[in-house]
T-cell receptor
Framework: DAKTTQPTSMDCAEGRAANLPCNHSTISGNEYVYWYRQIHSQGPQYIIHGLKNNETNEMASLIITEDRKSSTLILPHATLRDTAVYYCIVLPRGGSEKLVFGKGTKLTVNP | NAGVTQTPKFQVLKTGQSMTLQCAQDMNHEYMSWYRQDPGMGLRLIHYSVGAGITDQGEVPNGYNVSRSTTEDFPLRLLSAAPSQTSVYFC???????????FGPGTRLLVL
């Protein structure tokens, strides 16, 4: 079973920041938070991952709370091409070949 | 690099037929995995491999066989297709078990 809870759907205006929350209250000390997204039935695409520090790359930022029980994926300037299902996944380092996907959040970016 | 490739893109089978879904990667990745995705659901792990000659079962392995004779290829075999195996199948690979997975474009399978 997935160890995360995400809203079923969210909307965002094009050009605005999209903030996608994820609850993982049972996360263990050695478990990372990974984010993937799936655009219109394509294969999932890796976005970002983190342990306890905030992370940023060219695609997004990941904010993890101090108690690590929740996190937020931030797409700073959402575009129509960011419309996708976003999956928050918790797994230990050394388990990335066995991803466990929940139902994710369907993000719709509106013009 | 072509990345992760999957063939065929789409396949229709009759109940009881067998077939092999092909997956190949040219990134010299040791780790490869097969997932299935049913409508409105997340992906579920079928089988995975941590290197040539080594495979293991995932969450939903029944009805599927795999083998890993080379680093590049990881075929998924359906010995006797059933309508419950109608799904979209994704193959993925990673350099090791600490790196992110790269996914193929998927194979859409319909079993009548």
């Amino acid at each position: 079973d997935a160890k995360t809870t995400q809203p079923t759907s969210m909307d965002c205006a094009e050009g605005r920041a999209a903030n996608l929350p994820c609850n993982h209250s049972t996360i263990s000390g050695n478990e990372y938070v990974y984010w993937y997204r799936q655009i219109h039935s394509q294969g999932p695409q890796y976005i970002i991952h983190g342990l306890k520090n905030n992370e940023t790359n060219e695609m997004a930022s990941l904010i993890i709370t101090e108690d690590r029980k929740s996190s937020t994926l931030i797409l700073p300037h959402a575009t129509l091409r960011d419309t996708a299902v976003y999956y928050c996944i918790v797994l230990p380092r050394g388990g990335s070949e066995k991803l466990v996907f929940g139902k994710g959040t369907k993000l719709t970016v509106n013009p | 690099n072509a990345g992760v490739t999957q063939t065929p893109k789409f396949q229709v089978l009759k109940t009881g037929q067998s077939m092999t879904l092909q997956c190949a990667q040219d990134m010299n990745h040791e780790y490869m995995s097969w997932y299935r995705q049913d409508p409105g659901m997340g992906l579920r792990l079928i089988h995975y491999s941590v290197g040539a000659g080594i495979t293991d079962q995932g969450e939903v392995p029944n009805g599927y066989n795999v083998s890993r004779s080379t680093t590049e290829d990881f075929p998924l075999r359906l010995l006797s297709a059933a309508p419950s195996q109608t799904s979209v199948y994704f193959c993925a690979s990673s350099y090791d078990n600490q790196e992110t997975q790269y996914f193929g474009p998927g194979t859409r399978l319909l079993v009548l």
